[in-house]
Structure formats: C-alpha cells, structure tokens
C-alpha cells in the first residue's frame, strides 16, 4: 500500500508535468520524473553528490549529538531540581521562542568559522524540543515508583538510573524524533545562507542557475536523509522500549480486563440469586416452622382445657 502511494504519486506528476496542466498551479514549468531522474543518476556518476551528502550529515549528527546529551541533562535537571528550575528555565525560556534560523547572524559574528555557525544552528534547533519533552517526561512519572525504591534503600543516583531515565524513555524520544526534524530544516537553512558544501547549498545553488531538476534532486534527497534519520530514531527507541507494552498488547490487556469484569458482574449475580433463593427457603422455612409451633400450641392448649374439664367432671 505504501508502495503504491508513492507510485500512484509519481504517475499524477509525470502526467501533470507532461500535459502541460495550468489549473491554478503551472506544471508546465514543473520537471517531469523523468527530467528529475536523469538528473539525478548524472549527479551519482560525479562525487560532488556524495561530498554534499557526507557534508551534510557530518554536520546534522554533529548537532543533533550534542543537542542530545544537553537536552536531556538540561530537562532532568530543571524537573529534579527547584533550584535549577527557577535558575536556568527564565532565560531558556526567553530564548526558545526564536527560530533557530533567526540566529544565523550571531552565529556568523560569534564563531570563527562557518561551518561551527552551521553546526550551532543545529545544535539550537534539535536542543529545545528535547529539553521540553524530556522535562514533561520527567515530571509525568508516577511519584510511587520513586518512593518504593526509596523505601527499600535506594539512593538519588539509584533512583535517576533505574527509576527516571528508564521511565522518561518515551518521552524523550518522542522529542528526539521531533528534534531531528527541526534540525534538517534549520541546517538546510544555514547551508543556503552561509554555507560551502551540503545538500542545502547545492540546491540553492541549482535555483540560482535556474537548473530545476537539480533543484528536485536536492529536495528529494533531503526528504530521503530526513525521513532514514526520523526511522533511525524511533527504531532505536523501539529497541530500548521493549518493556513497555505496544499497543495491540494494550488492545488485547483492555479485552482481557472487560471479559474478566464481566465474568465477576455474572459471578456476583447468580452468587446474589443464591443468597435470594436460600433467603426465600429459609423464610418459608421459619414459616412453615412458625405454623407448626402455633398448631402444636393450639393443640396442647385443647389437650389441656380437655383434661380441666374432665378433672372437674
């Protein structure tokens, strides 16, 4: 099915491209597939292609790596910490709501070289949405968790190893995914602005010789290195999650729990139809009981009246 979207895709564009269609949107300036293809296996044969691609993804991994480490440390500890929170999270604050790509000229003025400017702008990008998720992460944890191991000796260090990372998992590469998309789309950025080599200046420079198909081809492979790192990321996170129940187990737990208070509700009721039932014989029961003591009663007063009359007699 996946398959066949991308052909299904692939096809509309060929015969948009190649009817020349202009309804709204001109496709007759469009490169075809085929255009876009033929450019791309020229480009395979040189090794300027791989030298952007290499470039590109030394810097990418570079900030994303560090971004990383100082995300997570960062939002451990403004969770953890009270001190650290109202210390660091003021002007953190203050500097997250500005695109990372609005920071390319401190950049530039502060690093010496361009390509630490590129890497920083990375780094800015992928830092603020792990730091965040990774904070909401640390604070959503259940505190019972905590106060159990605490309960049976276990240290701060015991507790931030065994107890919140592993619990923050989710969540962190939640963010982490979210991260390596904003990175992409920042250091294409910053290629484009101040960049040498990469998949970002190469397409900018395509567009600036009016080579379209190239341009495509710069597009096509950012979405490629984009969507391998994305699937990394959360293949990983699968791998280190595998405690955590998926959610067709969660499906099959929840169906397991409805049958189960089901089978209890029926239990419940028949156990009550019983206890109804011997209600009802042992109240026929004392009636019947009752009955017989009032006729018995009855029978010896008679027996009784019969011998005063007889001893009168």
């Given at each position: 099915m996946r398959l066949g979207s991308l052909v299904v895709v692939v096809a509309l564009w060929q015969w948009l491209t190649t009817a020349d269609v202009r309804a709204g949107l001109r496709f007759d300036r469009l490169p075809s597939p085929v255009e876009v293809a033929t450019e791309f296996s020229r480009q395979l044969s040189g090794g300027l292609y791989y030298l952007d691609l290499t470039q590109s993804m030394i810097r990418i991994l570079t900030g994303f790596a560090l971004a990383s480490v100082a995300g997570i440390a960062l939002g451990v500890l403004v969770a953890r910490s009270r001190w650290?929170?109202?210390?660091?999270?003021?002007?953190?604050?203050?500097?997250?709501?500005?695109?990372?790509?609005?920071?390319?000229?401190?950049?530039?003025?502060?690093?010496?070289?361009?390509?630490?400017?590129?890497?920083?702008?990375?780094?800015?990008?992928?830092?603020?949405?792990?730091?965040?998720?990774?904070?909401?992460?640390?604070?959503a944890l259940p505190t019972l968790w905590e106060d159990a191991v605490r309960t049976m000796g276990g240290g701060r260090a015991h507790v931030l190893w065994h107890v919140v990372l592993p619990g923050t998992l989710p969540g962190v590469f939640g963010g982490l995914s979210v991260g390596m998309g904003v990175a992409w789309i920042c250091v294409i950025s910053a290629e484009m602005i101040s960049g040498e080599f990469g998949v970002g200046y190469r397409t900018w420079h395509a567009y600036t010789v009016v080579d379209y198909p190239a341009v495509l081809v710069g597009m096509a492979s950012i979405g490629v290195l984009g969507w391998l790192t994305s699937a990394s990321i959360e293949l990983l996170g699968r791998r280190l999650t595998r405690w955590l129940p998926r959610a067709e187990q969660r499906a099959e737990q929840r169906a397991e729990q409805r049958a189960e208070e089901r089978t209890e509700e029926r239990t419940e009721e028949k156990a009550e139809e019983r206890t109804d039932v011997r209600a009802g014989d042992r109240e026929t029961h004392e009636q019947a009981a009752f009955e017989q003591a009032t006729f018995e009663q009855a029978a010896g007063g008679r027996e009784a009246g019969q011998g005063v009359e007889e001893a009168a007699r």
């Amino acid at each position: 099915m996946r398959l066949g979207s991308l052909v299904v895709v692939v096809a509309l564009w060929q015969w948009l491209t190649t009817a020349d269609v202009r309804a709204g949107l001109r496709f007759d300036r469009l490169p075809s597939p085929v255009e876009v293809a033929t450019e791309f296996s020229r480009q395979l044969s040189g090794g300027l292609y791989y030298l952007d691609l290499t470039q590109s993804m030394i810097r990418i991994l570079t900030g994303f790596a560090l971004a990383s480490v100082a995300g997570i440390a960062l939002g451990v500890l403004v969770a953890r910490s009270r001190w650290a929170a109202d210390v660091l999270l003021p002007p953190v604050e203050v500097v997250r709501p500005i695109p990372a790509i609005a920071l390319v000229p401190i950049a530039i003025l502060v690093f010496p070289t361009d390509e630490q400017g590129i890497v920083f702008i990375t780094f800015a990008a992928a830092f603020f949405p792990i730091m965040v998720s990774t904070r909401h992460a640390v604070r959503a944890l259940p505190t019972l968790w905590e106060d159990a191991v605490r309960t049976m000796g276990g240290g701060r260090a015991h507790v931030l190893w065994h107890v919140v990372l592993p619990g923050t998992l989710p969540g962190v590469f939640g963010g982490l995914s979210v991260g390596m998309g904003v990175a992409w789309i920042c250091v294409i950025s910053a290629e484009m602005i101040s960049g040498e080599f990469g998949v970002g200046y190469r397409t900018w420079h395509a567009y600036t010789v009016v080579d379209y198909p190239a341009v495509l081809v710069g597009m096509a492979s950012i979405g490629v290195l984009g969507w391998l790192t994305s699937a990394s990321i959360e293949l990983l996170g699968r791998r280190l999650t595998r405690w955590l129940p998926r959610a067709e187990q969660r499906a099959e737990q929840r169906a397991e729990q409805r049958a189960e208070e089901r089978t209890e509700e029926r239990t419940e009721e028949k156990a009550e139809e019983r206890t109804d039932v011997r209600a009802g014989d042992r109240e026929t029961h004392e009636q019947a009981a009752f009955e017989q003591a009032t006729f018995e009663q009855a029978a010896g007063g008679r027996e009784a009246g019969q011998g005063v009359e007889e001893a009168a007699r």
